[in-house]
């Protein structure tokens, strides 16, 4: 058996925190999740979050901890976690282009012929996440499991046996890494109007950013905008009408229906993720816009690092 850690402290409460400290109290350790920002205020519950490998390095990596993760969330919507869809959709590309570097991740990937003007695109079905009921799930897993979790904002990492550093962009300060930089997305959530298939489409030549549509049970996601080192947390009503234009050129269906809400999340994007141990403490931020797709991979790697 593997020598336990009499405390591991998890620093933040996102996804990929909440993700990590259940997957270590299932292995055994005792575990208290420290947040400035508890789950509901986190970027990861503005996230449209489908499983989809976003801003996130290195690419081999991502997609092995991506492949974990699909499975996961496929057996957890099996098993009847609601927060959790398996929907089939399409993401469309402006050239013909090979397949995606993570294509060996999803167990089948169907190409498709585009509508105008994309030149290509596949289909395949992929886990969509509501993530303010799935966020409270995992929650109540954590403290279902032994586990704590506490609103507290750090001035430096806290002294434990061990702690596993979560704070996304907050690890600027908490870790002293420069490299990790916001990356502004913006959405406009809808009511659902009866959509079971999502989109993703490739930002044209003057876009920043990918155009979604993210149907959940009772509303559908919006989106979006990737805004390089852009702290504003404000939406924006011009961004608004130019996510509303784009997602009614890309499924006409959504034009008109009623908005529920404008939400903007800080994606904590860095050149490559950053998971690795460094005495008593283990690293794990900087998963850009894929938390979600990457979070129960990356969990299972911090267990191993733990348990070493």
């Known amino acids: ?71 996961e969330l ?83 990492l806290p002294e434990a046996p061990l702690v596993v550093n979560c704070s996304g962009l907050g690890s600027r300060k908490l870790a002293d890494d420069p490299a990790i930089t916001p990356v502004r997305g913006q959405v406009v959530v809808i009511e659902q109007i009866g959509l079971e298939e999502w989109w993703l489409a490739e930002a044209g030549p003057a876009g920043t950013a990918p155009t979604y549509v993210i149907p959940r049970r009772h509303e559908i996601v919006l989106g979006g905008t990737a805004d390089v080192g852009d702290w504003s947390r404000t939406p924006s009503s011009r961004t608004a009408e130019d996510i509303l234009r784009r997602t009614a050129e890309l499924v006409p269906a959504v034009e008109g229906a009623r908005i529920l809400r404008h939400k903007v999340g800080l994606r904590p994007a860095r050149p490559a993720i950053r998971l690795e141990r460094v005495g008593d403490i283990i690293h794990c931020y900087g998963h850009g816009g894929s938390g979600v797709t990457v979070s129960w991979g990356c969990a299972e790697e911090v267990v191993r690092l733990a348990e070493k």
């Open 74 to 156: 496929a057996r957890l919507a099996d098993a009847g976690v609601d927060s959790i869809a398996m929907l089939r959709g399409a993401e469309l590309l402006r050239a013909r282009t090979a397949d995606p570097w993570w294509a060996e991740a999803v167990p089948a990937l169907q190409r498709i012929v585009p509508p105008t003007p994309y030149a290509d695109g596949w289909s395949f079905r992929a886990p969509v996440i509501d993530m303010p009921r799935y966020l409270a799930w995992l929650a109540g897993r954590v403290l279902e499991s032994g586990g704590t979790i506490t609103r507290i904002a750090l001035a430096r």
């Open 1 to 71: 058996m593997p020598e336990r850690a009499d405390r591991i402290v998890v620093v933040g409460a996102g996804v990929i925190g909440l993700s990590c400290a259940l997957r270590l109290l299932e292995a055994g350790h005792r575990v208290d999740v420290l947040a400035r920002d508890l789950p509901l205020e986190t970027t990861s519950s503005v996230a449209a979050a489908i499983w989809s490998p976003y801003l996130a390095f290195p690419q081999d990596r991502v997609s092995a901890w991506g492949r974990g993760t699909y499975q």
